[in-house]
DNA sequence: ATGACGTCGTACCGACGA
């Protein structure tokens, strides 16, 4: 089974790099972000055509997050992250499907820092981790995919101090990425690559994908069940040259039946 | 310190992203 994961930057704007990269890849089980489009103009009958089922939490102009799935409609858990009514940010989406637990998540950017924007970033993420908590407890296979806005360490950027005083590399931003896979989760591309330089995002601007300039911020965790049956995984960087590509490539896993 | 670039909305610039 190869499960996915791709900020889009815009579902419609990137609608034939979506369906280029899903039929050159295949995924079986697919986290979008960044939707970027009301829940009424998610391009459904595209996304059935190249074969997917989907399920979606869209919002206007911003976030927008979905589940596409080759097997049936994914079973929806939530879609609202549980311990804040007043957020209405569209940014997280669950589903069972195939036995396995798929969380979709697109965490806040957080910048500038310090901020309100900030402050946001920290209390989404201090939620996140208390429902990861219950969803480890559960001992069930679960995944955890999408845009964390997280480098997690100095490997994971191209130029550690150039990003000292960002909200994806502050120490607080750091530590609660560490405090949240101290429940025991596995982050997927790390335990397979631990020396190996990896980014699954690139700036639009001065040519960061022409000189390799990027960031390690699209992540996978999975739970102890999940980890067993790790057999691959990696980042469709190709798909970050074609035209008209979001700012992200893909990440993907496959595992084990 | 700023802006480079790209997306979306009601839009011919501003907000936001990372």
Not at 49 to 71: E, F, T
Not at 95 to 122: M, Q
Request: include cysteine; charge should be negative; glycine fraction near 8%.
């Amino acid at each position: 089974m190869k499960i996915a994961t791709y900020n889009v930057n815009g579902v419609n704007g990137r609608l034939p790099v979506l369906l280029r990269w899903l039929e050159e890849s295949a995924p079986d089980l697919v986290c979008l972000q960044e939707l970027k489009a009301p829940e009424e103009k998610f391009p459904l009958q595209a996304i059935r055509d190249a074969g997917y089922h989907a399920i979606w939490h869209g919002q206007k102009s911003w976030n927008g997050v979905a589940i596409l799935s080759r097997y049936g409609l994914p079973a929806e858990v939530t879609r609202v992250l549980p311990g804040d009514p007043e957020d209405l940010h569209s940014r997280y989406i669950e589903a069972e499907v195939e036995g396995i637990t798929l969380g979709c998540l697109y965490l806040p950017n957080g910048n500038p820092a310090p901020g309100p924007k900030f402050d946001y970033k920290l209390r989404w993420f201090e939620r996140f981790t208390m429902h990861a908590a219950e969803l480890f407890a559960s001992g069930k296979p679960v995944v955890l995919a999408g845009d964390y806005n997280v480098i997690p360490t100095e490997h994971d950027v191209y130029k550690p101090e150039r990003w000292v005083d960002d909200a994806l590399f502050l120490p607080e931003t750091r530590a609660a990425f560490e405090k949240l896979l101290s429940q025991g989760w596995t982050d997927a591309l790390r335990k397979l690559y631990p020396n190996e330089t990896i980014y699954t995002f690139w700036d639009y601007f001065r040519n960061a994908f022409g000189r390799n300039a990027g960031l390690r911020i699209d992540h996978f965790l999975l739970s102890p069940a999940v980890d067993k049956r790790l057999k691959e995984a990696g980042v469709d960087k190709f798909v970050r040259g074609w035209e008209k590509s979001s700012d992200h490539a893909p990440v993907w896993i496959e595992l084990k039946p």
